[in-house]
């Protein structure tokens, strides 16, 4: 089965130039100009076209077991829709119940995950903490190719890691090689102010983002830098949604530290407004955590992105319905939280990054793929055209549009929150392991193609931290010679 990819523009996170790019046995096996291939490889036509590693969305929650309910995208269905958008591998999240072996869990979400149709890997929550939390993360890190650990810092009650569930975790990350991930609101300030909120009848909708303030995020984000400079650990800051976060991403980076941090389409299109909708059902549908922001913070995020202080957009992708969300009816706090997005991440950001000049291809590429690629220890199999790399690609049509709409996009769910949204820029092509899944508005996702991806531990970046780490700790100092 091969493939080759006529007349396009390669564009990867370092540089654009005109190849054919031939692929074989699902990986791409050679790139350059005017290629001989052997007779009988299918042709895709992508004159006037970009061709594109496809994206990588390295944080979704397909069929994820949340607040008394169970996400509507599953394995499948998710995986097809990011096809039709681009995106060819995703990174999901093992989530244990408290006191749950974490093995048993990735157990779990391995068998959920067999039907996926584009590849996949897994981060794991650390949601408790005990021995077997400390010896699950080993056997995680060192034979099932898990490199990175989340903490949610909200949820109270739920599966939120508190102070010393992080420095331990943290630390055990450290010895391991393996990239702690933060969810960075503070939980007991949400808490606290969810009751608050309800004591004073506000139950709608539009006291999910009154609960949520940017400071309980900005501190949250600020905690968990802390815990990492001191550790001596890298931190990487999922779905990033205000200035106060990113001010402390960034007073990170300026100090040296290496902290990277997230953004999704929604937190840099969609604002608070939402949520004052006096249609429950419009505005539940909008529910997340953290939630969109006043329109102040958008700009702010855009600069990140820009700037480089924010490295990755992912989609957070992590649908309910609208039977689901209206369990919060009386209660806005019982509003299972999550949107969607995984089909549109790569267009949307298109049309309002590269089409607005905010973005080079190149830069386009590196937010949608590569950076992940290479923060994840994916790369260059995915997030790169080159040789020997998987042959996850997308040819890319500058030209083509569409309106947005829950009536016609792939995923599975009953709303979207691009509702609307002219896009221009889309995939005409969709290939992944060297064979075509999206081909012009026909989707030929194939249920249980995706493979499970490991992803080996670091260890160089995490010795040079550490060292900084310890080199400013006082113990440090007292037993510095002379
Ligand atoms: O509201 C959200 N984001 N739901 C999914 C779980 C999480 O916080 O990432
Ligand atoms: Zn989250
Ligand atoms: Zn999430």
């Given at each position: 089965m091969?493939?080759?990819?006529?007349?396009?523009?390669v564009?990867?996170?370092?540089?654009?130039?005109?190849?054919?790019?031939?692929?074989?046995?699902?990986?791409?096996k050679?790139?350059?100009?005017n290629?001989?291939v052997?007779?009988?490889?299918?042709?895709?036509?992508?004159?006037?076209?970009?061709?594109?590693?496809?994206?990588?969305d390295?944080?979704?929650?397909?069929?994820?077991?949340?607040?008394?309910?169970?996400?509507?995208?599953?394995?499948?269905?998710?995986?097809?829709?990011?096809?039709?958008?681009?995106?060819?591998?995703?990174?999901?999240?093992?989530?244990?119940?408290?006191?749950?072996?974490?093995?048993?869990?990735?157990?779990?979400?391995?068998?959920?995950?067999?039907?996926?149709?584009?590849?996949?890997?897994?981060?794991?929550?650390?949601?408790?903490?005990?021995?077997?939390?400390?010896?699950?993360?080993?056997?995680?890190?060192?034979?099932?190719?898990?490199?990175?650990f989340?903490?949610?810092?909200?949820?109270k009650?739920?599966?939120?890691?508190?102070?010393?569930?992080?420095?331990?975790?943290?630390?055990?990350?450290?010895?391991?090689?393996?990239?702690?991930?933060?969810?960075?609101e503070?939980?007991?300030?949400?808490?606290?102010?969810?009751?608050?909120?309800?004591?004073?009848?506000?139950?709608?909708?539009?006291?999910?983002?009154?609960?949520?303030?940017?400071?309980?995020?900005?501190?949250a984000?600020?905690?968990?830098?802390r815990?990492?400079?001191?550790?001596?650990?890298?931190?990487?800051i999922?779905?990033?949604?205000?200035?106060?976060?990113?001010?402390?991403?960034i007073?990170?980076?300026?100090?040296?530290?290496?902290v990277?941090?997230?953004?999704?389409?929604?937190?840099?299109?969609?604002?608070?407004?939402?949520?004052?909708?006096?249609?429950?059902?419009?505005?539940?549908?909008?529910?997340?955590?953290?939630?969109?922001?006043?329109?102040?913070?958008?700009?702010?995020?855009?600069q990140?992105?820009?700037?480089?202080?924010?490295?990755?957009?992912?989609?957070?992708?992590?649908?309910?319905?609208?039977e689901?969300?209206?369990?919060?009816?009386?209660?806005?706090?019982?509003i299972?939280?999550?949107?969607?997005?995984?089909?549109?991440r790569?267009?949307?950001?298109w049309?309002?990054?590269?089409?607005?000049?905010?973005?080079?291809?190149?830069?386009?590429?590196?937010?949608?793929?590569?950076?992940?690629?290479?923060?994840?220890?994916?790369?260059?199999?995915?997030?790169?055209?080159?040789?020997?790399?998987?042959a996850?690609?997308?040819?890319?049509?500058?030209?083509?549009?569409?309106?947005?709409?829950?009536?016609?996009?792939?995923?599975?769910?009953?709303f979207?929150?691009?509702?609307?949204?002219?896009?221009r820029?889309?995939?005409?092509?969709t290939?992944s392991?060297?064979?075509?899944?999206?081909?012009?508005?026909?989707?030929?996702?194939?249920?249980?193609?995706?493979?499970?991806?490991?992803?080996?531990a670091?260890?160089?970046?995490?010795?040079?931290?550490?060292?900084?780490?310890?080199?400013?700790?006082?113990?440090?100092?007292?037993?510095?010679p002379?």
């Open positions: 091969s493939l080759i990819i006529r007349g396009g523009t564009v990867n996170a370092d540089r654009q130039f005109r190849a054919d790019v031939y692929c074989a046995d699902g990986v791409i050679a790139v350059g100009e290629l001989d052997p007779a009988g490889a299918q042709v895709v036509d992508a004159g006037g076209q970009y061709v594109m590693p496809g994206g990588i390295p944080h979704t929650h397909m069929q994820l077991p949340f607040m008394g309910t169970v996400a509507s995208e599953d394995f499948y269905s998710g995986t097809a829709a990011a096809m039709a958008g681009g995106t060819t591998t995703i990174i999901d999240f093992v989530i244990p119940a408290p006191k749950q072996r974490l093995m048993d869990a990735y157990r779990q979400w391995r068998e959920w995950a067999e039907k996926s149709a584009s590849d996949y890997s897994f981060h794991v929550a650390i949601t408790w903490w005990d021995q077997s939390v400390h010896d699950d993360m080993g056997t995680l890190v060192r034979e099932e190719g898990v490199n990175s989340k903490h949610f810092m909200a949820y009650g739920a599966i939120m890691a508190d102070d010393e569930i992080m420095y331990q975790s943290f630390r055990r990350a450290l010895t391991l090689g393996a990239m702690p991930t933060v969810h960075a503070n939980g007991e300030l949400v808490f606290q102010l969810q009751r608050k909120l309800l004591a004073e009848c506000i139950t709608g909708p539009e006291g999910h983002p009154l609960s949520r303030p940017p400071a309980a995020e900005g501190e984000a600020n905690r968990a830098i815990f990492a400079e001191v550790i001596g650990v890298p931190l990487y999922v779905h990033v949604s205000c200035k106060d976060a990113l001010d402390e991403i007073r990170a980076r300026n100090a040296g530290l290496r990277y941090g997230e953004v999704l389409p929604g937190h840099l299109l969609v604002d608070d407004r939402v949520y004052r909708n006096p249609d429950f059902t419009f505005a539940a549908a909008h529910v997340m955590s953290p939630p969109f922001r006043a329109k102040s913070h958008q700009e702010a995020l855009w990140g992105l820009q700037a480089g202080h924010l490295q990755t957009t992912a989609t957070d992708h992590c649908c309910f319905c609208a689901q969300k209206a369990a919060g009816c009386d209660d806005f706090s019982k299972p939280n999550g949107c969607g997005g995984v089909e549109d790569m267009a949307v950001l049309t309002h990054g590269v089409n607005t000049g905010r973005l080079t291809p190149e830069e386009f590429v590196a937010i949608t793929s590569a950076n992940a690629a290479r923060i994840f220890n994916l790369y260059p199999r995915k997030g790169s055209i080159s040789v020997g790399a998987d996850d690609i997308v040819v890319w049509d500058p030209n083509a549009s569409k309106t947005i709409s829950a009536k016609t996009h792939r995923q599975q769910v009953d979207n929150i691009f509702e609307g949204m002219q896009v820029g889309l995939p005409s092509h290939i392991q060297g064979k075509l899944t999206w081909v012009q508005g026909e989707l030929r996702a194939e249920r249980g193609a995706g493979r499970y991806l490991k992803r080996p670091y260890t160089s970046a995490f010795a040079a931290l550490e060292k900084i780490a310890a080199a400013r700790t006082p113990t440090a100092v007292a037993r510095r002379g």
